[in-house]
T-cell receptor, first 114, second 110 residues
Framework: NAGVTQTPKFRVLKTGQSMTLLCAQD?????MYWYRQDPGMGLRLIHYSVGEGTTAKGEVPDGYNVSRLKKQNFLLGLESAAPSQTSVYFC?????????????FGPGTRLTVT | GEDVEQSLFLSVREGDSSVINCTYT??????LYWYKQEPGAGLQLLTY?????DMKQDQRLTVLLNKKDKHLSLRIADTQTGDSAIYFCAESRNDYKLSFGAGTTVTVRA
């Protein structure tokens, strides 16, 4: 049981390049999330999904797109990277039952845009 | 995380107690959480408290909730070097989303 995994762990992009971050979970969770973490700002929600085939915008969605084609995977895309997207990106998932929304986090992807 | 506020840094001597404070704004929050992030890792749930409770104790951890003032605190007794980490306060509503504070970096000195 690997929990939540993210690939890649590190990436350096040039301004204007594109990339996709992959998140996978093996806990059969319905809900999945993408956050970015910046110093002094905590975690900010980029996009989230409440089930396979669904996505919704979070707090800071501009410049990002997501897809949830399979229940276990949640992809985050950057179409044209900008230096302001330099950050650490975390994926998380949670089960849909109950009201205790314990989110399980991946180890993060450190992205630098030059 | 603008709905949840916490101080950014705390330095504590090994063996002393640490107290991390947090204020939140949404009185309809069902649960309030403390997550811990160790260097280079993702967040892990440390403890939580249901909104109708005032206090929860779990080994060295004590969570206090003051609903009137919307204030949450985490006390770590006998702080150890392994407690050095970033601690995030978070609140949840009924929409499966969490709102996180900016995180408090706790440094334990010998």
């Amino acid at each position: 049981n690997a929990g939540v995994t993210q690939t890649p762990k590190f990436r350096v992009l040039k301004t204007g390049q594109s990339m996709t971050l992959l998140c996978a979970q093996d806990m059969n969770h319905e809900y999945m999330y993408w956050y970015r973490q910046d110093p002094g700002m905590g975690l900010r929600l980029i996009h989230y999904s409440v089930g396979e085939g669904t996505t919704a915008k979070g707090e800071v969605p501009d410049g990002y797109n997501v897809s949830r084609l399979k229940k276990q995977n949640f992809l985050l895309g950057l179409e044209s990277a900008a230096p302001s997207q330099t950050s650490v990106y975390f994926c998380a998932s949670t089960a849909s039952s109950g009201s205790l929304y314990e989110q399980y986090f991946g180890p993060g992807t450190r992205l630098t845009v030059t | 995380g603008e709905d949840v506020e916490q101080s950014l840094f705390l330095s504590v001597r090994e063996g002393d107690s640490s107290v991390i404070n947090c204020t939140y704004t949404d009185s309809s929050s069902t649960y309030l959480y403390w997550y811990k992030q160790e260097p280079g890792a993702g967040l892990q749930l440390l403890t939580y408290i249901f909104s109708n409770m005032d206090m929860k104790q779990d080994q060295r951890l004590t969570v206090l909730l003051n609903k009137k003032d919307k204030h949450l605190s985490l006390r770590i007794a006998d702080t150890q070097t392994g407690d050095s980490a970033i601690y995030f306060c978070a609140e949840s509503r009924n929409d499966y989303k969490l709102s996180f504070g900016a995180g408090t970096t706790v440094t334990v000195r010998a």
